[in-house]
């Protein structure tokens, strides 16, 4: 009998010995497998963008063996559609820039006072229910924020500008502004309350009132998210499509004039892309042209954020 139980055991041994074998070269097996699995998948990213460019790249080279680049970033006239067509964007950069300039205006003082009020002053049980309904915001699509700066904040300033214009800059940066503000208010939000807490009650201890605190203390501990956040909204306000191409019109102009028509980079990609120029004309890649200038332009803005944060990082 006693040798009976001591073949059982070793049997059972065996069995567990081989059994914690399998187990581990089975696992060996997925560790090997899940690097390349993430490899894959971040690499499709990659992937991605490459095609975007080369997509981009070929057919706006094509646009540019006919018209000079030189004319093309330095002309003041855009006239697609003419018999003598002109391709100056210098008009559609302008009307971008007006557009973007208000909507930051807009946004960035709600935003941060939003930011400030949920991380500094509000109680926990307000900030679970003020967030939420904040960034119900940023659900909301964007052409129902251009009927609502068409049909409501345009009549509004209209009462206050009398020479505002149906189709104008002014409305669609205003409503462009409000939409930014859950993106601004939210990040920096995240980024003060990631300042310790023992920074704020230091503060305290030396007599400085609360606004003083987040004034003095918080913002400036919380640059690089702040800064991440204004940027990532000027990016969207850039390149925000349907508020300008319903409540910004569509005439390229000069003139930084708000109260004016105006037309956007987006607006006029859109108003290529709905059929008004056959494939494979010049006015059809024109519109790759812009494209690639708008990609140009939020790399840019994107790589001006990045310098700033880094030179924060190296001054503190």
Excluded at 144 to 167: K, N, W
Excluded at 284 to 302: C, D, E, K
Aim: charge should be positive.
């Amino acid at each position: 009998m006693a040798r009976n139980d001591k073949s059982r055991v070793t049997v059972s041994v065996q069995h567990l010995i081989e059994r914690n074998i399998g187990k581990r070269k089975k696992a060996q097996r997925i560790n090997q497998m899940v690097p390349f699995l993430l490899r894959i998948i971040a690499s499709i990213s990659i992937v991605t963008t490459i095609g975007i460019i080369v997509t981009l790249a070929n057919e706006t080279f094509m646009f540019f063996e006919r018209v000079p680049m030189v004319s093309f970033f330095t002309e003041k006239e855009w006239l697609p559609f003419f018999e003598n067509p002109k391709f100056g964007i210098l008009p559609l950069i302008y009307g971008t820039v007006l557009v973007t300039i208000i909507a930051m205006v807009v946004a960035i003082p709600i935003g941060l006072g939003c930011a400030i009020f949920l991380s500094e002053y509000a109680s926990n049980a307000a900030r679970k229910v003020l967030k939420p309904v904040l960034e119900l915001l940023a659900g909301i699509p964007t052409i129902v924020y251009g009927f609502f700066a068409l049909t409501v904040v345009t009549p509004i300033l209209q009462r206050v500008v009398p020479d505002l214009q149906f189709f104008n800059a002014l409305s669609p940066g205003i409503v462009i502004g409000i939409m930014m503000i859950p993106t601004i208010a939210s990040l920096s939000e995240d980024a003060m309350r990631a300042v310790p807490n023992q920074v704020r009650e230091a503060s305290f201890a030396i007599g400085a009132t609360r606004f003083e605190t987040a004034k003095n203390i918080v913002l400036p501990a919380a640059f690089t998210g702040v800064v991440a956040a204004i940027v990532l909204a000027a990016s969207r306000a850039v390149g925000e499509t349907m508020i300008v191409v319903i409540a910004g019109g569509s005439t390229p102009s000069l003139s930084l004039d708000p109260t004016q028509s105006i037309q956007t980079l987006t607006a006029y990609i859109v108003q290529v892309s709905l059929g008004d120029a056959p494939y494979g004309t010049l006015t059809y890649y024109s519109m790759y042209a812009v494209g690639a200038t708008l990609f140009i332009f939020t790399l840019i803005m994107n790589m001006i954020a990045q310098y700033i944060m880094r030179r924060f990082k190296e001054a503190t």
